[in-house]
């Protein structure tokens, strides 16, 4: 089955300050997305993005389907950008399966 | 408020109990989805539902079992046969357009305990 990759495992940042996450996949996919999970478990969507760039507000993501890799980018972090980040992608075998991958832990320091 | 709603929030059962946890969406969404998270770890799919009254096995299966008698319920009974139950479990639900699915959208969780 398809292979869903993140990097790094664990982050750490300082207020204000940039960083890129990395999701690889093994496979074509029907879509992708990428998720934070706050403190409390809840996981909340961010980008649906099965190709292309998309913004919203501080953060963006760019998915190179060809190349198999997608990028989630946070500008400017903030503590409440603490949590985990997923990214989900599709596969199609006669029914949809999403595949996670194992998640980036970031944690913004004040 | 549209959302998808899981109940109870934490849930403590004793070991040789089945016990099972509630997933509602008022989303109108096709398909439904349970998931299996342990601490530190990412999340692994028990069971995913496209259409009423049919569903699949994900990666997990043993020791759970589901029914989807109507389209805005997936609910999902841990059995005494799931060696390791203790985890959080997270429903969510999407949309199928043809050939594709859309985004999924996640319920808030119930943490299960068994003492």
């Known amino acids: 089955g398809i292979q869903v990759e993140q990097s790094p495992p664990d982050l750490i940042l300082q207020e204000g300050a940039n960083s890129t996450l990395r999701c690889n996949f093994s496979d074509s996919v029907n879509n992708l997305q990428w998720f934070h999970q706050n403190p409390w478990g809840q996981l909340i969507n961010l980008f649906y993005?099965?190709?292309g760039t998309k913004q919203n507000g501080r953060l963006s993501a760019t998915t190179v389907a060809t190349e198999r890799y997608s990028l989630l980018y946070i500008s400017s972090s903030q503590t409440t950008d603490s949590g985990v980040y997923f990214c989900?992608?599709?596969?199609?075998?006669?029914?949809?399966?999403?595949?996670f991958g194992t998640g980036t832990r970031l944690k913004v320091l004040a | 408020d549209g959302g998808i709603t899981q109940s109870p929030k934490y849930l403590f059962r004793k070991e040789g109990q089945n016990v099972t946890l509630s997933c509602e969406q008022n989303?109108?969404?096709?398909?439904m989805y349970w998931y299996r998270q342990d601490p530190g770890q990412g999340l692994r799919l028990i069971y995913y539902s496209q259409i009423v009254n049919d569903f699949q096995k994900g990666d997990i299966a043993e020791g759970y079992s589901v029914s989807r008698e109507k389209k805005e319920s997936f609910p999902l009974t841990v059995t005494s046969a799931q060696k390791n139950p203790t985890a959080f479990y997270l429903c969510?639900?999407?949309?199928?357009?043809?050939?594709?699915?859309?985004?999924?959208?996640f319920g808030p969780g119930t943490r299960l305990t068994v003492l």
């Open positions: 993005i099965p190709s």
């Open positions: 969510a639900s999407s949309i199928l357009s043809g050939s594709r699915t859309d985004t999924q959208y």
């Open positions: 989900a992608v599709v596969s199609y075998s006669g029914t949809y399966k999403y595949i």
């Open positions: 989303l109108n969404h096709d398909a």
